[in-house]
């Protein structure tokens, strides 16, 4: 490391002891500090255009787990620097809740039968084509999360779903 990295870290270490004794201003003045990468993580959740209306959700809770990194990080140790603890803790907290999402949006389109696509006995024709057009975002969904390798494998199965 070089000198003006080593007094840099410093600071950044004599701003998380105050924080973590309760001084609110070093608490902001590292959240000023650190802000881009926190916009950059839920930048990186919000590429997903399903999920682009969460992004306020995803910058709060990205904040509050940026705020437990500081609690949490061992200023004693000297292997990792806090930057990176707190990119790993808000990267892995902004997955979980992706898959969160992901599983209530796959329970919810799962609820939906073919009962509800039907008006007085007769079928709505604009829910046939919202059951369309979710199946498309959950297919496109499928395609972007899956390797080749596991996207093939899933088009194998339903080809012999649909052939058995």
Same mark, same amino acid.
């Given at each position: 490391?070089?000198?003006?990295?080593?007094?840099?870290?410093?600071?950044?270490?004599?701003?998380?002891? &105050? =924080? *973590?004794?309760?001084?609110?201003?070093?608490?902001?003045?590292?959240? =000023?500090?650190?802000?881009?990468?926190?916009?950059?993580? +839920?930048? $990186?959740?919000?590429?997903?255009? !399903?999920?682009?209306?969460?992004?306020?959700?995803?910058?709060?809770?990205? /904040?509050?787990?940026?705020?437990?990194?500081?609690? /949490?990080?061992? /200023?004693?140790? #000297?292997?990792?620097?806090?930057? %990176?603890?707190? &990119?790993?803790?808000?990267?892995?907290?902004?997955?979980? #809740?992706?898959? +969160?999402?992901? @599983? $209530? *949006?796959?329970?919810?389109?799962?609820?939906?039968?073919?009962?509800?696509?039907?008006?007085?006995?007769?079928?709505?024709?604009? !829910?046939?084509? %919202?059951?369309?057009?979710?199946? *498309?975002? !959950?297919?496109?969904?499928? $395609?972007?999360?899956?390797?080749?390798?596991?996207?093939?494998?899933?088009? +194998?199965? *339903?080809?012999?779903?649909? @052939?058995?």
């Amino acid at each position: 490391m070089s000198l003006q990295n080593d007094i840099r870290q410093a600071d950044v270490l004599q701003l998380i002891m &105050r =924080a *973590k004794s309760g001084d609110g201003d070093a608490f902001e003045e590292l959240l =000023a500090q650190y802000t881009p990468l926190i916009n950059a993580s +839920v930048a $990186r959740c919000l590429q997903n255009e !399903l999920y682009a209306s969460y992004g306020e959700d995803f910058r709060q809770e990205a /904040t509050l787990v940026f705020y437990n990194s500081i609690l /949490t990080y061992d /200023t004693e140790q #000297q292997d990792v620097e806090f930057g %990176l603890y707190a &990119r790993i803790c808000i990267s892995n907290a902004l997955i979980s #809740q992706l898959r +969160v999402l992901k @599983k $209530r *949006k796959a329970e919810r389109l799962a609820e939906t039968s073919d009962d509800d696509l039907f008006v007085n006995g007769e079928e709505d024709p604009s !829910l046939r084509v %919202l059951e369309q057009e979710s199946l *498309k975002t !959950l297919y496109s969904v499928i $395609r972007t999360n899956l390797s080749e390798l596991e996207y093939g494998w899933a088009e +194998v199965e *339903k080809d012999f779903a649909e @052939k058995g």
